[in-house]
């Protein structure tokens, strides 16, 4: 069950990311995702508030959580940008890959690699490679340099994001955390609509696709939290980090991108490294 539901979390997220390719080509980007941290926020409150977990947090819990909102802020930025850019095919397996971070932070903190763990490592690093040198005459070199480093920049900021978020969780609960990151990332991008000069309204005709990627977010991240009442929890986080995949092969049939088997082979490569990492 675990299993099942990181699957639907996955393509949860897979769903939410297609939907950003498609609606961020005509919106604010800062704008649209005010809105849908607003919307997801909103959805998880009435979830959140009568959480017994409340009674546990603590203070340095709130400061984690808050700390883990400003990544998750930084992190969806970048998501958002590179996804503007696109290709999907190029931006999902990089910013999939920041489990390759957590193995680092990892490996400072003086925990033990196996040799299983470190040629997952390699893995992922040459599958990433094989995808950032394949090349599209028709891709502008400029945009899709911006894409590589603004994915690069979300995978760092996703990867802080679940370090901090999981040591708040350690001291604290997990719905609590989870709402207050929300609301500390909904906060941060406020705070920056607002030194920029931007207003936050859009159309009335985009407030609906805004909020279903608000509800498909939370509800991914809904769906993995609940798993850790059931057995092997675990399953549920690996199978949760395919979303890449699954929004590569969205993109495809969606979005019509072609993709070579070469590219193929990267991203499968890349999210069974992936996988064992999770594990």
Same mark, same amino acid.
């Given at each position: 069950?675990?299993?099942?539901?990181?699957? !639907?979390?996955?393509? &949860?997220?897979?769903?939410?990311?297609?939907l950003?390719?498609?609606?961020?080509?005509?919106?604010?980007?800062?704008?649209?995702?005010?809105?849908?941290?607003?919307?997801g926020?909103?959805?998880?409150?009435?979830?959140?508030?009568? &959480?017994?977990?409340?009674?546990?947090?603590?203070?340095?819990? +709130?400061?984690l959580?808050?700390?883990?909102?400003?990544a998750?802020?930084?992190?969806?930025?970048?998501?958002?940008?590179?996804?503007?850019?696109?290709?999907?095919?190029?931006?999902?397996?990089?910013? +999939?890959?920041y489990?390759?971070?957590?193995v680092?932070?990892?490996?400072?903190?003086?925990?033990?690699? &196996?040799?299983?763990?470190?040629?997952? *490592?390699?893995?992922?690093?040459?599958?990433? =490679?094989?995808?950032?040198?394949?090349?599209?005459?028709?891709?502008?070199?400029?945009?899709?340099?911006?894409?590589?480093?603004?994915?690069?920049f979300?995978? $760092?900021?996703?990867?802080?994001?679940?370090?901090? &978020?999981?040591a708040a969780?350690?001291?604290? $609960?997990?719905?609590?955390?989870?709402?207050?990151?929300?609301?500390a990332?909904? *906060?941060?991008?406020?705070?920056?609509?607002?030194?920029?000069?931007?207003?936050?309204?859009? =159309?009335?005709?985009?407030?609906?696709?805004?909020?279903?990627?608000?509800l498909?977010?939370?509800? =991914?991240?809904?769906?993995?939290?609940? $798993?850790?009442?059931?057995?092997?929890?675990?399953?549920?986080?690996?199978?949760?980090?395919?979303?890449?995949?699954?929004?590569?092969?969205?993109?495809?049939?969606?979005?019509?991108?072609?993709?070579?088997?070469?590219?193929?082979?990267?991203?499968?490569?890349?999210? !069974?490294?992936?996988?064992?990492?999770?594990?």
């Amino acid at each position: 069950m675990s299993l099942l539901l990181g699957l !639907c979390a996955a393509m &949860s997220w897979a769903v939410h990311d297609i939907l950003v390719r498609r609606v961020s080509q005509n919106i604010n980007l800062l704008s649209m995702l005010f809105l849908v941290l607003f919307f997801g926020t909103l959805a998880l409150g009435p979830v959140a508030a009568p &959480s017994e977990g409340w009674q546990v947090m603590t203070w340095r819990a +709130g400061l984690l959580s808050g700390l883990a909102g400003l990544a998750f802020a930084a992190a969806s930025f970048g998501l958002y940008i590179a996804l503007s850019i696109g290709p999907v095919r190029l931006v999902a397996p990089i910013i +999939g890959s920041y489990p390759l971070l957590s193995v680092g932070w990892a490996v400072i903190n003086g925990s033990a690699i &196996s040799a299983l763990q470190w040629g997952a *490592v390699m893995v992922v690093v040459g599958g990433v =490679a094989l995808v950032v040198s394949g090349h599209d005459p028709v891709e502008d070199r400029t945009g899709r340099r911006r894409a590589i480093q603004f994915s690069l920049f979300a995978a $760092a900021g996703f990867a802080l994001t679940f370090a901090l &978020s999981q040591a708040a969780t350690r001291i604290g $609960a997990e719905l609590p955390v989870m709402f207050l990151t929300r609301l500390a990332a909904l *906060v941060a991008i406020g705070a920056l609509l607002i030194l920029r000069g931007q207003s936050w309204r859009l =159309a009335q005709m985009a407030w609906r696709p805004l909020a279903v990627l608000g509800l498909l977010d939370t509800t =991914a991240l809904g769906l993995v939290i609940s $798993a850790g009442a059931l057995p092997h929890p675990e399953f549920a986080a690996v199978s949760a980090s395919l979303f890449g995949m699954f929004t590569v092969i969205l993109a495809r049939v969606i979005l019509k991108e072609p993709m070579s088997a070469r590219q193929w082979g990267a991203v499968a490569a890349i999210f !069974c490294g992936i996988g064992v990492l999770g594990l």
